[in-house]
């Protein structure tokens, strides 16, 4: 089983700066396959990115993923106020289990 | 516009059964593969289930719910279900169906006490 560890646990920012989300896994697997959400308080996730660098539709340009094997990174370049929200990332579709990250939290400085 | 939604939650005793239901339109159903994703309070989000596309032939399930639950869906109602049986205290949750990954519910809370 890949095992996601996400860092940090929370990210206490102002709006207008940069936030950087860490989402390390316990062994390699294809960046095809990982996938990044947002999810605010009593609402459902919603997908931002997947195949660890593609934006899902409708999502702002302000977010990007990157990285491979082990290693990804979900980027906000200038954080919104609608942005402070809790962030998953997930690897999905290459063998199960589907494993969530156990999420970051961006909260306002 | 696609939507999901998912009935069946509720108030269920330890040891008891219960079959989730999740409604897709909006899209051709039978074409998706489909997860189930759980959220316990205030907790993160946990993969319960995954069904393939067509006739669904390929299952998985996480092992805290492996023998316990099965997923299933009729392609001919567009519909989903999750059959719960021998619920456990730690099984109350907020339960998610999705599309794959992109489309996703407004979720059914199971409450597992006696």
């Known amino acids: 089983e890949i095992v996601l560890t996400q860092s940090p646990g929370t990210l206490s920012l102002s709006p207008g700066e940069r936030a950087t989300l860490s989402c390390r896994a316990s062994?390699?697997?294809?960046?095809?396959?990982l996938a990044w959400f947002q999810q605010k308080p009593g609402q459902a996730p919603r997908l931002l990115i997947y195949g660890a660098s593609v934006r899902a539709t409708g999502i702002p340009d302000r977010f990007s993923g990157s990285g491979s094997g082990t290693d990804f990174t979900l980027t906000i370049s200038r954080l919104e106020p609608e942005d402070f929200a809790v962030y998953y990332c997930?690897?999905?579709?290459?063998?199960?289990?589907?494993?969530f990250g156990p999420g970051t939290k961006v909260d306002i400085k | 516009e696609v939507q999901l939604v998912e009935s069946g939650g509720g108030f269920i005793e330890p040891g008891g059964s219960l079959r989730l239901s999740c409604a897709v339109s909006g899209l051709t159903f039978s074409s998706y593969s489909m997860n189930w994703v759980r959220q316990a309070p205030g907790k993160g989000l946990e993969w319960v289930s995954y069904i393939s596309n067509g006739r669904g032939s390929e299952h998985y399930y996480a092992d805290s719910v492996k023998g316990r639950f099965s997923i299933f869906r009729d392609n001919d109602r567009n519909s989903l279900y999750l059959q719960m049986n021998s619920l456990r205290d730690e099984d109350t949750a907020v339960y998610y169906c999705?599309?794959?990954?992109?489309?996703w519910g407004q979720g059914t809370l199971v409450t597992v006490t006696s």
């Open positions: 062994q390699s697997f294809s960046s095809s396959y």
């Open positions: 999705a599309t794959g990954i992109d489309n």
């Open positions: 997930q690897q999905y579709g290459s063998s199960p289990p589907f494993t």
